[in-house]
């Protein structure tokens, strides 16, 4: 499955969605279809989606921020949403991270079924409120003098 990636790879190496894949085919039990089902969520609701790969090989999901992000541990498959905490969450998905302020985290096993209508809603909502971080005034402000700065550095004297 080939997706959008931030950035091009360097020639003769693989993209971040190649080494996802990659990631899901080593894992020959319940964890690579989980992943690979989630994933499958992921790109449903938003076709838009960029993949990353990171923090030694984490699969990350990123639409204007980063989305989600989805961990293989022996015993689980952890979707830690970056600004979870700042998600509503009425089907209480989100069962790990639940002390954080920030992040929040869905923790799946061996056997779990997921609310996919519920999943799709918070990465719905994770976007939409990646959205409009980038869209406040604040952030365009900032944007505006980081712009700026940049071509008085840039203009030669």
């Known amino acids: 499955m080939q997706r959008k990636f931030k950035y091009p790879p360097p020639p003769n190496s693989s993209t ?5 894949d990659a990631k899901i085919a080593e894992l020959k039990d319940w964890r690579g279809a989980m ?21 030694r090989g ?8 980063i989305i989600c992000t989805g961990e293989t541990y022996k015993s689980a498959v952890k979707l830690t949403f970056a600004k979870g905490a700042a998600l509503k969450d009425p089907m209480r998905l989100f069962n790990g991270s639940l002390e954080g302020n920030t992040q929040r985290a869905i923790d799946l096993h061996e056997g779990a079924v997921i ?3 519920a999943f799709k809603a918070l990465i719905r909502a994770a ?8 869209a406040s005034p604040k952030k ?3 944007a505006g003098k980081a712009l700026e700065a940049a071509r008085y550095r840039n203009f030669p004297f």
């Open 16 to 20: 971040p969605s190649q080494l996802i």
């Open 115 to 117: 609310d996919e209508e």
């Open 127 to 134: 976007v939409a409120l990646n959205m409009s971080k980038i």
């Open 58 to 65: 984490v699969p990350v999901w990123e639409h204007a921020g």
């Open 140 to 142: 365009a402000a900032s």
């Open 35 to 55: 992943l690979a089902r989630v994933r499958a969520l992921i790109i449903e609701v938003d076709p838009d989606v960029v993949e990353e790969v990171k923090w």
